[in-house]
């Protein structure tokens, strides 16, 4: 093994340790605001910071492995992945902190309605930033573009989930705070299966060296 | 030679800098001149190299880099009119100081040069002619000390079958690493390496790269090289050396990512001119 491959061994490693700990914290999210617990939310929100350092670390990480071992070919693009996944991971733990801030808001008052849309939304979104990082582990751009394809139905049911939600602010306007809160919980979760998404899309320019994204179809 | 064309600070670089985390000093460098009859081209050298580790000297041509590392063993005490001033020591030993006898100091401080320069013997005689010269007679010694270097220097599976076949037969990359071998074989401390790969191909320059990570495990490395990124590949520590000044020393990732003084910036960023 030359030492070089080491270092990229290293560097998914990282990256995985990262993945592992975002599924965590989206799972936390899901289950204080499903079971209204306050306190998971709370843990989820101090949990941030370790995200936070992982990217610092891989950061730092990704720069050294360009300035000392100047990759070419695949190693340059696992190398650039990398360099674009971070960010994706870090963000897509932002938005599991944004859902357990709603989440505790709406924990000090009473239920709006039972959770229907919202939930599948979440695992939709869950699955598709698992089935990412899988992706990416296994340099696979089937699984990358499947993920993909999940896509559009997360945004059919975020869409969804909102004109259900309008309802309860047209008939009560006493409702609007509560369903505004779980509109942006919507919406976040909406967000982190772009993030997978983006994620795929470097999965393909790893395996390949093709560039999909902003094509809208991949004739090219 | 002219020194005023470029304001290069004196080094004197504060003694955290020159403390190399976590390896001792295995070279210790202080404030070393070294002239060519009145050319002075080695102005007050400062600098820890520490053990087990891989320093690289980068600078441009004519900048020092050469006549430094040929000072550390005395390579230079050849060249009539060349003196050094200052203090070099290797594990605690002055290597000026009067009563060293400068054999068993190369022996101890083996060297590697650009081109590759084998025994026109066999491949075993290349590896075992050090310790014969050094009294050393017993087959099964000699045996076991060649397959050992051999293989230290990653080239035993490649030879090991024509071990009796003339070193002049290998590839370059081959009899560089051959050289290699034969540096170990008399069980130096210090490897100095003088531009090892630069008259080899990149897959033969690749071995020898991944060779020198393998060696520093068990020997000080001090390496010169033109081409920056080998030094970026290989190096823990990097100095840059410019008209026979030390510019900078420091971690490799540091020189390499955020460099201190803005010479060192400008020579691995190639906007010299």
């Known amino acids: 093994m030359r030492h070089f491959d080491k270092e990229i061994e290293h560097l998914k490693e990282l990256l995985l340790r990262m993945g592992a700990l975002v599924e965590d914290q989206i799972n936390d999210s899901i289950r204080a605001l499903l079971e209204r617990d306050t306190a998971v939310a709370q843990r989820v929100i101090d949990s941030d910071s370790a995200v936070d350092s992982m990217e610092l670390e891989i950061d730092q990480h990704t720069i050294e492995l360009i300035a000392m071992m100047q990759p070419a070919a695949v190693d340059l693009r696992f190398v650039a992945a990398a360099m674009k996944i971070t960010p994706e991971l870090e963000r897509i733990a932002d938005l599991a902190v944004d859902v357990c801030e709603r989440a505790i808001e709406l924990n000090r008052e009473p239920q709006l309605k039972p959770l229907i849309d919202i939930p599948r939304l979440a695992r939709n979104a869950q699955d598709m930033v698992r089935q990412a990082l899988d992706a990416f582990v296994r340099r696979d751009p089937v699984l990358a573009r499947e993920v993909i394809a999940r896509d559009d139905e997360v945004d059919l049911l975020t869409e969804q989930s909102f004109r259900e939600l309008l309802t309860y602010m047209l008939e009560d306007s006493r409702n609007i705070s509560r369903a505004i809160r779980l509109t942006f919980i919507g919406k976040y979760f909406e967000r982190m299966a772009d993030g997978a998404t983006n994620i795929c899309e470097m999965v393909v320019y790893l395996a390949e060296g093709k560039v999909i994204k902003h094509q809208g179809n991949e004739s090219s | ?273």
């Open chain 2, 1 to 273: 030679m002219s020194t005023t064309t470029v304001d290069v600070a004196a080094p004197t670089p504060a003694p955290a800098r020159l403390a190399a985390p976590g390896a001792p000093a295995k070279i210790v460098v202080r404030d070393f001149n070294f002239h060519y009859g009145e050319a002075k081209v080695l102005h007050g050298i400062t600098l820890d190299i520490p053990r087990n580790q891989v320093t690289a000297l980068i600078g441009p041509s004519g900048c020092g880099k050469s006549t430094f590392l040929r000072s550390i063993n005395r390579m230079n005490d050849i060249i009539p009119g060349a003196r050094g001033e200052g203090l070099i020591e290797v594990a605690g030993q002055d290597v000026y100081a009067p009563n060293v006898d400068v054999v068993t100091l190369r022996r101890r401080i083996g060297m590697v040069f650009q081109k590759s320069n084998p025994f026109p013997k066999s491949i075993y005689e290349n590896i075992a002619y050090g310790m014969r010269i050094g009294g050393e007679n017993d087959k099964r010694v000699l045996d076991e000390v060649v397959e050992k270097s051999l293989k230290r220097a990653a080239l035993w599976t490649e030879v090991k079958d024509r071990l009796n076949g003339s070193a002049l037969a290998l590839s370059g990359g081959q009899q560089q690493r051959l050289c290699i071998a034969r540096a170990l074989a008399v069980d130096p401390e210090v490897l100095l390496m003088d531009e090892p790969a630069s008259a080899l191909d990149p897959i033969a320059t690749q071995k020898i790269e991944e060779l020198v990570y393998e060696l520093k495990e068990n020997y000080t490395i001090v390496i010169v090289t033109h081409n920056m990124q080998q030094a970026a590949r290989v190096s823990d520590r990097t100095a840059f050396f410019m008209l026979g000044k030390l510019v900078e020393v420091d971690e490799t990732r540091t020189i390499f990512m955020n460099p201190k003084e803005k010479l060192t910036e400008d020579y691995i960023t190639g906007r010299f001119g």
